[in-house]
C-alpha cells in the first residue's frame, strides 16, 4: 500500500504504541522515527546526542512559554539568543520533524510531533491507549521491569510525557480532542490495530 500520509503516534507506555508504529512503517513501506529522530536532530544541530537523550521527552517549567514556541515572532533566534539547552534540544528536534515531514510520507513516534506537523494537510495524529493492567503486563514481560517496581515505573513515564507534551505543545496529552485518532490497542490487538490504523489511512487518502 503507496501512501502520503505523515503518521504521528502519541502513545501510553505500555500500550505498544512504539510497536505499532514500526509495523506500519514497515507495511507502508516508509521511514520510521522514534529514537532514530535523536540521531538525526543531534547530527543536525551539532549538539551531542548523549545531551538529546537526557532531555529527551523530559518536561520543564524553567522558561517562558511562548519564547519557546515561537522565539523568532519575539525577535531572538537560537543563535542571537542563548536558550536554556533543554529548550535548544526541543528546537533542534521540531526542526528535524518538520524537516524530515517535508520530505514525505514517515511515522513519528512522540515528542510532539503531531504539534510540530499541525499545519501539513497530509499528516494523522493518533493516540494509542490502553487498560492500565494490560500496560503492567506488558512493560513487565516485554520490558522485563520487575513487578514490585511495574506500577511506578508505568506512572512516571505516562507523567513524564504528558508534562512534556502539555508543555511545549498548545494542547493536552491523551485528550481525544488533540488528536484525528485514538485507539485501544488492547481491543484488538497490535497487528490487527495496525490493520485498522492502514484501513484509516486508506479511507483518508480517498
Known amino acids: 500500500m503507496a ?7 502519541e502513545r501510553q507506555y505500555g500500550s505498544g504504541g512504539h510497536l505499532i508504529g514500526k509495523k506500519l512503517a514497515e507495511d507502508l513501506n516508509i521511514p520510521f522515527y522514534d529514537g532514530e529522530l535523536l540521531k538525526v536532530a543531534a547530527k543536525e ?3 551531542c546526542e548523549e545531551i538529546f537523550e537526557s532531555f529527551d521527552e523530559k518536561p520543564t517549567t524553567s522558561f517562558l512559554y511562548s ?8 525577535g531572538y533566534n537560537a543563535n542571537s539568543f542563548d536558550l536554556p539547552l533543554n529548550h535548544k534540544v526541543f528546537l533542534a528536534a521540531f526542526d528535524t520533524i518538520k524537516d524530515i ?3 514525505g510520507p514517515c511515522v513519528f513516534v512522540g515528542r510532539c510531533a503531531d504539534y510540530a506537523l499541525e499545519d501539513f494537510d497530509n499528516c494523522l495524529s493518533i493516540f494509542i491507549h ?5 500496560r503492567i503486563k506488558r512493560i513487565e ?3 522485563e521491569i520487575p513487578k514490585a517496581k511495574s506500577k511506578e515505573a508505568l506512572l512516571k513515564k505516562d507523567k513524564q510525557r504528558a508534562s512534556y507534551y ?5 494542547n493536552k496529552w491523551g485528550d481525544a480532542k488533540a488528536y484525528d485518532f485514538c485507539i485501544n490497542s488492547s481491543l484488538l490487538g497490535i497487528d490487527q490495530t495496525v490493520d485498522l490504523l492502514e484501513q484509516v489511512i486508506a479511507e483518508k487518502e480517498k
Open 130 to 134: 490502553a487498560p492500565f493492567e494490560d
Open 166 to 170: 502539555n508543555y511545549y505543545s498548545s
Open 67 to 74: 519564547l519557546v514556541m515561537d522565539p523568532y515572532s519575539l
Open 3 to 9: 501512501t502520503k500520509t505523515i503518521i504521528t503516534i
Open 101 to 103: 515531514a517535508s520530505k
Open 141 to 143: 514481560e516485554v520490558y
Open 45 to 47: 544541530s551539532g549538539i
